[in-house]
DNA sequence: TGGTATATCATGGGAATTCATGGGAATCAA
DNA sequence: TTGATTCCCATGAATTCCCATGATATACCA
């Protein structure tokens, strides 16, 4: 299972480009295609990454999952109460490492997510995201500071 | 399962390297990865402290579970109930052993934990903390007593 | 039992490599 | 041609690798 975790800070140059942690990339390294699938978050001003190989085993496993419940009319037009995950596939791109391990972000996410010379990367697991860096530092103080409330008020 | 027992007092040299005691080593011994994964105690000064593989399992049976009940969203979104397992991995860092078994402590955690020169390991089951050595010996002297009044007012 | 040899471990410093970053040349599309 | 994109190479800084040292513990032998 690729894990992304930490968080790190890089520059976007005058042409779009922005270097993968160097972590991130070695976290994909076993997977065949070279780079990584960028959507919109439709929650947050962020960017959201995936490896190809997650993106592959998700649509496979909602592919069986629909055949399975006999659900046939999922598979060939859609019809599906969950129209978030069809969404944002219509909203993903792939992004494709330079020689350096850098991508370029879209212009579309990237003003969304409020990016223009900083981007931080931040690992979610299984997936990552990328942020504004002050925008993310906003939102990773409010993250903590819920968590602490619950923390302290719960179980360790 | 890997078991982290004892305490150790290492010294940090300037680069920020840190020898991990030997008998949490061993108790990795099996794991491909060489390292340990580290993060701040969101309770404590102090960092906590895992086995690469306790990490994958974690993210493995959250991708599972998710796909596996159909909740394809969260796997994509991670919207959830629970933002801990999601802030932890933004914390988290991964930490490689060098040929000597040392790891260098990234300056926010050492820092969060109040480290400078000296760091306690605190063996602590599945997984275990490194704390600044004045910090812990004050927190020990606090926990031990409030295990004893425990004790001593339940049981007979 | 005493003493020595051997192995393991924590620690330190210097050299080599990796990594992020920037710019220019080459390629492609219109 | 013109604009944009992709490829390739250069650079400085940070990191990682490699070897050396001393201390401690363990094993071995007389």
Redesign the interface.
């Known amino acids: 299972?690729t894990?992304?975790?930490?968080?790190y800070e890089n520059k976007v140059d005058k042409k779009g480009r922005v270097s993968v942690p160097a972590?991130y990339r070695s976290a994909l390294g076993s997977e065949a295609y070279q780079g990584v699938i960028a959507?919109p978050?439709?929650?947050y001003p962020a960017i959201?990454g995936?490896g190809r190989g997650?993106l592959e085993?998700?649509n496979r496993?909602?592919f069986d999952?629909s055949l399975e419940g006999g659900d046939f009319a999922q598979t060939l037009v859609g019809r599906s109460d969950?129209g978030?995950?069809e969404t944002?596939m219509s909203l993903a791109s792939e992004l494709p490492f330079d020689g350096e391990g850098r991508i370029i972000l879209p212009a579309r996410l990237a003003e969304q997510a409020g990016i223009t010379d900083c981007a931080t990367f931040?690992?979610?697991?299984?997936?990552f995201q990328i942020w504004a860096p002050d925008r993310y530092l906003e939102h990773?103080t409010a993250?903590?500071a819920?968590?602490?409330t619950?923390?302290?008020g719960g179980a360790?």
């Open positions: 299972m894990s992304f975790i930490s968080t972590a959507y978050s439709l929650t959201e995936l997650t085993e998700l496993r909602r999952q969950d978030l995950v944002i931040v690992g979610r697991g299984t997936r990773q993250e903590i819920a968590l602490r619950r923390l302290s360790t």
